[in-house]
């Protein structure tokens, strides 16, 4: 992260004029514009951050990162819809890391505002907090932000160049201008390439003001649209971290404390240094690295290495962790960010119920293991990875090298998933620092699947304590106390320094901003001060709370003896019809009825997290091979669809992240160390086991919404519910196989 005393070398540039032959872009204009990074090759144009012009045609920069979600495909949509290009002939790149390309909605972009109550005090807020991740540099990937940040701005890049190649083409083109395909055309039919017009139009202020097209006239956004990543993914040509070769390349691994956050006593490698082909056993304080002639022998070398480790700084076991965890609930809540009516006391003549509900840290086990390669030569670092957060990388490992961020490049490539876990730099900084030893040389430190798994920054476990009650088939109390340790303060103190005062609004996400017309209703957070790292898993806080709060309005439907589908419809038609219409269709997709033959289990739940309600429905069968997940139905609203089968994906495959680790997530601590180290005990649906899974895409919700993990809360407590209507068995705890079999 940009940290402040670092601005004066990625300061504002406040005009326009300053972008080194290039020319102003409207939105920048408006908000005072910052450099445009591009430095583009001898023969081509830069007009704007977001846009390269040669002769082969137009390259679009994407600022967000390809992590498998789609979202290069929709950014370059929205450039090219007001640019009047071929979207098919569009290259995209990933761009270079910088200010320029921050997220302005990372902190606003989903504001849980419940439908149509986004006033223009709100959006006033909005607008000024707009200015925090442009001042600190968020050039970060997450949040489900990236097209809720680039809707207007990218089409707004789009439009702006439009009208400058316009202007470039008036002195040889009569009548009215128009553009079409790459061209401007004149009146009588003569056309010019973009690629002849961008130089000179590169020294023109195009318009400020610039009409964006309605939607009416979109030919790519709100369609069906395919991948620009595919065919590279599909033919094995798309680079990846691990991809990456370089002349001269070294190959490491590292090998650090299993007791996260703990140091090193000492270590012998006198062993692995007489391995053929070891080069260094590099001390890092806590862990060491492994330089050898290949990756597997730098494997093979670190496991020779005895190090004699210290303990860890919080509970050895899961027990104590828990423990740890549940004794945050004795002190005074951190949030109480929900508190409607009188909670204390339970409504005459009601029905009250109570429960508790358990789950576990996670990893986030992305497909390909942790990553970098860097090269130091005493005054610059290049460092190559798949990263969600390129200038927080780039902080991070010049410190790590002993540089300023300006002599640090960050080559962002694919990922093979992310999840929230390539938000953390210290992959980069451990690449940093083995490259500082090793100067004038690319070094690959490539992460054992063990090691990164044993290495993660975990979604912390959690309990809630439920009360509520109900009368006359209604829901007339909900009381909610929920602990965990906080991800914001953890993370933040991490990237910032310091963790932000005052109620942490992520610990309690998807149970304190739910649209449930509940009239006493009250959410406390209470924070957890335990040491083992947790970060940002797909959802954040709304993967735990929406399976503690759909499971015990599940329970809440039940002791009032309604239907689960429509006591949630009645309680939440009256705030938000959106939400609402979701539930009806699910109800109708699924063929919901309210009962289920012998065999047969369904749930329901719905979630509303990064500005998107969600609502699942999930079928279990029994089998002689044990409970199968059969089918699932999602009905989602994101307000303004851009791409519509790519927002399925998503749906869906947040849906089948959230069902694995209902299923099968856990992380447990023994001796101060992770337990898990591979698939084969943190194992994850597999084709054949996940449900075939219909998704409906609708755009009655007032603001766009997030897709990327809206998916996620949702499926866990529709899963449980599932289970429960199959077995009459409540799950309180996570991962459900410990209480169900399925098969496999």
């Known amino acids: 992260m940009g940290r402040i005393r670092k601005y004066t070398r990625r300061a504002f540039i406040v005009s326009s004029a300053a972008v080194a032959g290039g020319v102003a872009f409207g939105v920048y204009m408006a908000k005072k514009p910052l450099e445009n990074p ?25 600022p967000r990162a390809e992590m498998g979600q789609g979202v290069q495909s929709t950014l370059a949509a929205l450039v090219a819809e007001e640019l009047d290009v071929a979207w098919k002939d569009v290259r995209v790149l990933h761009g270079p890391a910088a200010q320029a390309y921050y997220n302005g909605a990372l902190i606003t972009g989903h504001a849980e505002y419940e439908d149509g109550k986004r006033g223009a005090w709100q959006e006033f807020v909005r607008d000024a907090m707009d200015v925090v991740p442009k001042t600190l540099g968020l050039q970060v990937t997450g949040g489900s932000t990236a097209t809720i940040d680039a809707f207007e701005k990218m089409r707004l890049a789009g439009a702006t160049a439009r009208e400058a190649l316009k202007l470039a083409a008036a002195e040889r083109l009569s009548g009215a201008l128009r553009t079409e395909n790459g061209q401007v055309i004149g009146a009588d039919g003569s056309a010019i390439a973009y690629a002849d017009l961008a130089e000179a139009a590169a020294k023109i202020t195009p318009p400020r003001d ?14 069906d649209m395919p991948r620009v990543d595919m065919v590279a993914k599909s033919t094995g040509t798309a680079q990846y971290g691990a991809d990456v070769r370089l002349e001269g390349m070294k190959f490491a691994t590292v090998r650090i404390n299993p007791r996260l956050g703990a140091g090193m006593k000492s270590y012998d490698a006198s062993t692995a240094e007489r391995m053929a082909g070891v080069q260094r056993v590099i001390d890092l304080g806590n862990g060491i690295a492994v330089v050898a002639s290949n990756t597997w022998l730098a494997f093979q070398a670190a496991d020779a290495v005895q190090i004699d480790w210290e303990e860890a700084p919080y509970p050895a076991t899961t027990d104590g962790l828990f423990a740890a965890i549940e004794a945050s609930l004795d002190e005074a809540p951190n949030s109480t960010l929900r508190d409607d009516g009188d909670t204390s006391v339970t409504p005459e003549g009601a029905i009250e119920i109570s429960a508790e509900y358990r789950v576990p840290y996670l990893a986030h086990a992305t497909m390909e293991p942790m990553n970098a390669t860097a090269l130091f030569t005493g005054d610059a670092l290049e460092i190559w990875c798949g990263n969600q957060a390129p200038l927080v990388l780039a902080d991070k490992a010049a410190d790590a090298a002993g540089l300023s961020a300006d002599q640090v490049t960050v080559h962002t490539l694919f990922m093979g998933g992310g999840f929230g876990r390539r938000a953390e730099a ?3 900084i451990l690449a940093a620092k083995v490259a500082k030893e090793m100067p004038d040389a690319p070094v690959k430190v490539m992460w054992s699947r063990e090691e990164d798994m044993r290495h993660d920054f975990y979604r912390p476990a959690a309990i809630a304590r439920m009360k509520g009650a109900v009368k006359d088939g209604e829901a007339v109390l909900f009381d909610a106390r929920i602990a965990a340790p906080s991800v ?35 959410v406390a957070g209470h924070l957890a001060d ?56 699910v109800r109708d997709m699924s063929g919901w009825s309210g009962k289920t033959p012998d065999g047969i289990g369904r749930g329901v739940a719905v979630t509303w997290s990064f500005g998107t309600p969600v609502a699942q429905v999930i ?18 609203d994101v307000g303004t669809a851009l791409d519509p089968r790519n927002i399925r994906a998503q749906m869906e495959g947040g849906m089948i992240y959230g069902l694995s680790a ?22 994850a649906l597999r084709m054949g086991t996940a449900p075939v899974t219909q998704v409906q895409v609708f755009e009655n919700n007032v603001h766009m919404g997030g897709v990327g993990e809206p998916g996620t809360p ?25 209480l169900f079999d399925f098969a496999g």
């Open 488 to 522: 914001t303060k953890q993370s933040m103190s991490r990237i910032m320094g310091f963790a932000p005062p005052g109620p942490d609004p992520a610990h309690v996400e998807g149970a304190a901003n739910q649209p449930y017309d509940i009239a006493n209703y009250r």
């Open 38 to 62: 591009l430095k583009p090759k001898a023969g081509a144009v830069t007009l704007n951050p977001y846009l390269i012009i040669d002769q082969e045609g137009v390259t679009i920069i994407a």
């Open 619 to 636: 079928e279990v069968a029994d089998s002689d091979a044990g409970i199968r997940i059969t089918k699932a139905w999602i009905a989602c």
């Open 714 to 738: 949702p499926s866990m407590p529709a899963l449980a519910n599932a289970l429960f209507d199959l077995t009459g068995k409540r799950a309180r705890e996570l991962p459900l196989s410990k």
């Open 662 to 683: 209902a299923v099968h997530g856990e992380i447990t601590f023994a001796d101060g160390e992770v337990e898990q180290e591979n698939f084969p005990d943190y194992d």
């Open 210 to 223: 610039v009409t964006l097209r309605p939607a009416s006239q979109w030919k790519y956004l709100g369609r």
């Open 426 to 428: 210290d992959v980069a």
């Open 530 to 585: 335990v040491d083992v790292p947790v970060g940002f898993w797909r959802s954040v806080g709304n993967s735990f709370n929406g399976f503690f709060h759909e499971s015990f309005i599940d329970e809440l439907a039940h002791a009032a003896g309604a239907d689960p589908l429509q006591f949630r419809f009645d309680h939440i038609a009256p705030l938000s019809p959106p939400t609402a219409k979701l539930l009806n269709a």
